[in-house]
């Protein structure tokens, strides 16, 4: 089977000689859910616009279920929905006009159009505003938009430009969701995200993305499980005067109830909540602090900034 | 693409360009009309009562084609140059990159949007000059051909001005400085044989000179420029233009990063 994209060598370098990419290659098999995360200017937008032809390449191959995008781009168009960063939709028009034109552009016609709108603006829960100029609606109504446009000419790959970016968590929620329904009916989606946490809780597989070059491409499962050492906060239900000491388990006492402890893989945390319960420590509850793909993320980028090589 | 779905993306686009300067009507329509009217009331009516004829015509049935075509021109031209622009400064011009569109089809489409503007209006102020002058139609072929030819033209020049433009600056800066000298020295207003040797021979480089003349010998039957001679060098800028634009649209000129 093609996979549903294969970058081989990509680089781009802008007027003005700054290098975006720098000679990546990455595969994205069909049905995944993919996420390409880096931190700002790492070169994912610029990937992005290659893949959909926004942004002209510099050298490389850019292939979409085994159509090559400068050889054979109306086939590859056709296979790609893409929903980019920042709006750009024509404010002035009505959101269902703007879904009709959408899939005018890739050839379908008109009768089709309109139920296909109507079925993508009411799952987004956009049909009661589908007749009002589109710049009044809120942010996170033009970002549903957008993903509904993308979605008119029913790709098999979607890719998502930071979709839920300035998006209110429950909203944030309904739409990862949605984007979990579209994958499961087979679309294959490509995501970038400043959101750790969308990519750990939706995606499978991973790149991270640097200066222009891919410093890890591994499934999610994988990359979690190359943590060393987990950040705990302990909720206990007597205040304490000075912070615990326990061997080889460095605590911080952030409040009278609330305990940080650094717990390293190896560790147990049984043997933890001994000692605790040895010196009439009662722990209430505990949660883990930092987000573990971004402490994973934050390394990799420090890496590769200190010029470590990675595969 | 098949030809089916291109006829549908050329269709879809020729109707959203239809639409949108029908939605603005008052900033499209309207400002053009009055515009013409004046120029009837004051230089057909008022001062042309005082010139009396120019090339064996009444001054106002001289100045009619002119300012048909002259409606024709700048409503062509303004509709592609605003609406592509538009659509650059938007952004939403990325709805039509990332689609199977071929480059022509988009061209084609702006352009017949920019067309059915520039003919409409042609249209209404042809409907308004009979009020104001008596005039039959001379060869209806070269009346219908030549006015095609120049809004398909002047909408070809204004995607070329949107494409490069960066600003909105940029698209007032030719119909300002470009569009309206040439109007003007095109002989809208007076027949060329009016200018010495010199002067007559400069005009000779002014495409809408030719359009100008051409269309009055559609409507009146006289023109300062051979017919055939204008048919052939509005006919090569047209070439021409459809050649650049085209090329322009093909690199992604101004348009991909």
Redesign the interface.
Known sequence: MQPALAIEQLSKT?EGGFQALKDISLTVQPGDFFALLGPNGAGKSTTI?II?????KTGGKVSIFGHDVDKD???A??L?G?V?Q???????EKPL??L???A???????DVAIVRAEKYLRQLGLWDKSHVPSRTLSGGMKRRLMIA?ALMHEPKLLVLDEPTAGVDIELRRSMWEFLREINASGTTIILTTHYLEEAESLCRNVAIIDHGKIVKNTSIRELLAQLNKELFVLDIREPLAECPEIESYPLTLVEPNTLEVEVEKSQSINHLFEVLSGQGIEVLSMRNKTNRLEELFFTMVEKNLTGESHD | MTSQQKWIAFITIVRREIQRFLRIWPQTLLPPVITIVLYFVIFGTLIGSRIGEMSGLPYIQFVAPGLIMMAVITNSYSNVVSSFFGSKFQRNIEELLVSPVPSWIILSGYVVGGMSRGLGVGLIVTILSLYFADFSIHSLPVTIAIVLMTSLMFSLAGLINAVFARNFDDISIIPTFVLTPLIYLGGVFYSIDMLGDFWGGVSQINPILYMVNAFRYGIAGISDINIVWAFTMVSLFCVVLFGVALNLLDRGSRLRS
């Open positions: 802008y616009g959909c032809s926004l942004v002209l781009f109306s086939q168009k056709q790609v893409v980019p920042e709006f750009n939709f024509n404010q002035f006009d703007i009709i034109h959408q005018g552009y890739f050839g379908i016609p008109r446009r």
